[in-house]
């Protein structure tokens, strides 16, 4: 049997973690009941989108964190269920557009965006350094993959997720609603 997948549709607040973590709580669980084995939220599900200034507050980074590994464990009786989330991630010196991959109490993956967004109002570059290695796991014997909105234009990140192993891509992506914008 393959795979059931959810996809969150969720209205994140930006900057609000908590609330954003009790939608993608409430989104999962509703999603499990249903026989959900994955759940994908939003790009930066976690913190809204886009975050902008905030992404230069360290504070932000350990309260993104701790949402995150409280969501994980919100789930660890879970078996055999992975909920993808997306969060800023620090990893040294280098801030990343992130989606981590939630099962059975722990963060099993952490994939970084590797094509940074140039969009009217939302310029990731300021923000993040590009990821460069692509993230697969396995559920009921089909290897999924990860790309990041842009990552999934471009030939190199899917190309990298399908010569780990990646049978299927999943690509969280959120942009911001514009009156009267078209995309080119």
């Known amino acids: 049997m393959s795979p059931k997948i959810a996809i969150a549709q969720i209205n994140s607040i930006v ?39 905030l992404l230069f507050d360290n504070d932000f980074y350990n309260k993104t964190m701790n949402a995150l590994l ?3 464990k919100d789930f660890a009786h879970v078996k055999d269920f992975y909920l993808l989330v997306g969060h800023p991630f620090v990893k040294g010196k280098n801030r990343y557009n992130a989606c ?18 140039n ?8 923000y993040f350094t590009s990821g460069t290695k692509p993230v697969v796991f396995t559920v009921k014997n089909i290897c999924f993959g990860i790309n990041l909105s842009e990552d999934s234009t471009t030939h190199f990140a899917p190309e990298n997720a399908k010569k780990a192993g990646a049978q299927v891509i999943l690509v969280p992506s959120a942009l911001t609603y514009q009156i009267d914008h078209i995309s080119k």
Not at 100 to 117: A, H, M, P, R
Not at 119 to 126: P, T
Request: glycine residues 8%; charged residues 20%; aromatic residues 6%.
């Open 119 to 126: 969009h009217i109002g939302f310029d990731e570059s300021l």
């Open 100 to 117: 981590s991959i939630l099962s059975e109490g722990k963060i099993i993956d952490t994939y970084c965006k590797v094509v940074l967004s």
């Open 15 to 53: 900057g609000d973690i908590d609330h954003n973590r009790q939608l993608i709580h409430h989104f999962a669980q509703r999603a499990i009941a249903t026989g959900a084995d994955i759940v994908v939220t939003p790009e930066l599900s976690l913190t809204g989108y886009p975050p902008k200034d």
């Open 70 to 72: 409280a969501l994980a």
